[in-house]
Every structure is written in structure tokens, then in C-alpha cells.
């Protein structure tokens, strides 16, 4: 069984910063790629950010220059630096991974269970 726990999300006043963690543990025989999308209220989830196992990285438009996402290759864990946070980054973020477990042949997608970030003053 994979799992994958998301850490890191809160509250933050605009202009802040905050750094989301993502473990992915479990039965997995390879990783392709590791990253994050977004839920708002009312909205459809959106990717934000996404690093393939070649380390090529695409970023939404919206947070390019602000947002960074690395990985940790031998944890199995990817990560979500945001700054310059604006109340419109408000939504629930979910870690995806891009992955085969060893029981499977093939490339699945795999969601954590999502963490909030409200940006608000």
C-alpha cells in the first residue's frame, strides 16, 4: 500500500511564507514525479507545481517567481516553498505522486489527503 502525508499547511498573513512537506512511503517499486495541485472553494484543483524525475520542473503561471518545489530523492519526499503568499493562494493543497508500486505495472496517480493554507490579515 502507498501512502502519501502532507505537512506544513496554516494560516498566513499576504506577503508570507510558508513551506508544505510531503512523505511518500509504502510499497513503491519507482517514483516518476512528485507534486502539488490546489483546491478553492468553488473551484476545480489546479496543478501549482510539478518536478518530473529528471528534475524538469513546470510551474502554474500564477505562482511563477514565487513558488519553488524540490525534491528529496532518497526520502521520497517533495516539497512546497511559497512565498510572497496572496489570499488567492487560499485553497487546500494536495501532494501527487506520479508512481508504481511494486505489486502493479503500472504508473499510477497517488493524493495525499490534502492540508489548508489561508492566506488572510
Known amino acids: 500500500q502507498v501512502q502519501l502525508v502532507e505537512s506544513g499547511g496554516g494560516l498566513v498573513q499576504p506577503g508570507g511564507s510558508l513551506r508544505l512537506s510531503c512523505a511518500a512511503s509504502?510499497?513503491?517499486?519507482?517514483?516518476?514525479?512528485m507534486g502539488w495541485y490546489r483546491q478553492a472553494p468553488g473551484k476545480q484543483r489546479e496543478l501549482v507545481a510539478v518536478?518530473?524525475?529528471?528534475?524538469?520542473?513546470n510551474y502554474a503561471d500564477s505562482v511563477k517567481g514565487r513558488f519553488t518545489v524540490s525534491r528529496d530523492y532518497a526520502k521520497n519526499m517533495v516539497y512546497l516553498h511559497m512565498n510572497s503568499l496572496k489570499p488567492e493562494d487560499t485553497a487546500v493543497y494536495y501532494c501527487?505522486?506520479?508512481?508504481?508500486?511494486?505489486?502493479?505495472?503500472?504508473?499510477?496517480?497517488?493524493w495525499g489527503q490534502g492540508t489548508q493554507v489561508t492566506v488572510s490579515s
Open positions: 501527487n505522486g506520479n508512481l508504481r508500486a511494486v505489486d502493479d505495472t503500472n504508473l499510477r496517480n497517488y
Open positions: 509504502g510499497r513503491i517499486f519507482r517514483i516518476n514525479a
Open positions: 518536478i518530473s524525475s529528471s528534475n524538469t520542473i
